[in-house]
Structures are given as structure tokens and as C-alpha cells.
T-cell receptor, first 112, second 111 residues
Framework: KAGVTQTPRYLIKTRGQQVTLSCSPI?????VSWYQQTPGQGLQFLFEYFSETQRNKGNFPGRFSGRQFSNSRSEMNVSTLELGDSALYLC???????????FGPGTRLTVL | EDKVVQSPLSLVVHEGDTVTLNCSYE??????LLWYKQEKKAPTFLFML????IEKKSGRLSSILDKKELFSILNITATQTGDSAVYLCAGVNQAGTALIFGKGTTLSVSS
């Protein structure tokens, strides 16, 4: 079974721009969660989607948003990028909320 | 506020050594604790622990949970250079809505 895939793998943007990241979960998984990983803060939860609905949201500003499609693929959008948004963005899929999450390889975002 | 604390933050050992990584947690309505290994890329799942005192084992790795004292340990015996990685533990609440991660323990195994 194919694992979680994320595109693009690397991205360089400048301050003020916006970016969209994509995540395709493991086949059959309906829950997709997004995390931000930085050296200082570690892994921090952004939000989780299940059946196209956001089930939970972490403590991130409204510039961070997401959505999920009917095929369970998910996108994350960050608007008005700031230098501090530079991070590895990981998505994880699971069968349902609370089940073991399997991570994708991440998207490395650099904001200049 | 829910939190997970791992110790030590980093560890350097020689091949063949046995290591113990610690994870303490404060998670509202605790449901489970997960261990992940992260090398250069995505965290890979190791163990899920839900019950106290029951050891989970996979090869040279084992883990146990103490729900009374709110901690878990991950043991690695006969370490190999391939064990070098960041080991993450995460707490999950009953709603299962989010993983609360610790900062991780960076393990370096030298040959």
C-alpha cells in the first residue's frame, strides 16, 4: 500500500506571498492531520480533517487554513507568509481520528 | 495545558550499548501514547501504548507505559548506528483529535 505523499517536497517563497501544500493520504484513510515542525518548537499540531470537515484546530493564526476533498486528499494554505513560517510541514493520515497516524515525507518551506 | 516532556534531549552512545529514553506526559483525558522514530524525513511509527504495565516489543526496541506515574520509556538494546535518529513521543487525548509531541530525544550511536 502506498504511503502518505506530499507535494511539493521543497518550496521557497518570499514574505507576503501565499503557499498551498498538498497531501494524499494512505488509501482508505479518511483522517488527515497537519503539523509544523521547527527546531525550536518541535512538532506542533495545525489541524485535522475528516470527511471534508475540520475536526480540530491547533493554536495557529488564521493565516493557516486547510481543506479536504471527497477523495480524502487535503491541502494546506498559508497566506501572507512570514519568516517564522519557515518549517517542515508534515501531514499524517489515519483510518479515523485517534488511530495511529502515518506521516508523509513533509514539505520543507523556506520563507525569504 | 497538555504537554509532553522527553529526556534526555540528546544522547551519544557506542554501538552495542543499551539506552533508555524517557517521556512524561500531562494529557487531559489521556487515551494513548505513541512513539515515533524520525531520521531525515517523516516520523515512522514505532509503538502505541494504551495500557499500563504491558510491554510492547519489536526486535531490539521495547516500550512500556505507566499511567499512574504518567510516563513511558523506550528501550533500545544492542544499539546500532542505524538507530541514530530523533525519537519522538506523543500523547493523545480521548477525543483523539491531536497528537501532543515532546521535543524529542536525539540519539547518536557511534561505531
Amino acid at each position: 500500500k502506498a504511503g502518505v505523499t506530499q507535494t511539493p517536497r521543497y518550496l521557497i517563497k518570499t514574505r507576503g506571498q501565499q503557499v498551498t501544500l498538498s497531501c494524499s493520504p494512505i488509501s482508505g484513510h479518511r483522517s488527515v492531520s497537519w503539523y509544523q515542525q521547527t527546531p525550536g518548537q518541535g512538532l506542533q499540531f495545525l489541524f485535522e480533517y475528516f470527511s471534508e470537515t475540520q475536526r480540530n484546530k491547533g493554536n495557529f493564526p488564521g493565516r493557516f487554513s486547510g481543506r479536504q476533498f471527497s477523495n480524502s486528499r487535503s491541502e494546506m494554505n498559508v497566506s501572507t507568509l512570514e519568516l517564522g513560517d519557515s518549517a517542515l510541514y508534515l501531514c499524517a493520515s489515519s483510518l479515523d481520528t485517534g488511530d495511529t497516524q502515518y506521516f508523509g515525507p513533509g514539505t520543507r518551506l523556506t520563507v525569504l | 495545558e497538555d504537554k509532553v516532556v522527553q529526556s534526555p534531549l540528546s544522547l551519544v552512545v557506542h554501538e552495542g550499548d543499551t539506552v533508555t529514553l524517557n517521556c512524561s506526559y500531562e494529557v487531559t483525558n489521556f487515551r494513548s501514547l505513541l512513539w515515533y522514530k524520525q531520521e531525515k524525513k517523516a516520523p515512522t511509527f514505532l509503538f502505541m501504548l494504551t495500557s499500563s504495565g504491558i510491554e510492547k516489543k519489536s526486535g531490539r526496541l521495547s516500550s512500556i507505559l505507566d499511567k499512574k506515574e504518567l510516563f513511558s520509556i523506550l528501550n533500545i538494546t544492542a544499539t546500532q548506528t542505524g538507530d541514530s535518529a530523533v525519537y519522538l513521543c506523543a500523547g493523545v487525548n480521548q477525543a483523539g483529535t491531536a497528537l501532543i509531541f515532546g521535543k524529542g530525544t536525539t540519539l547518536s550511536v557511534s561505531s
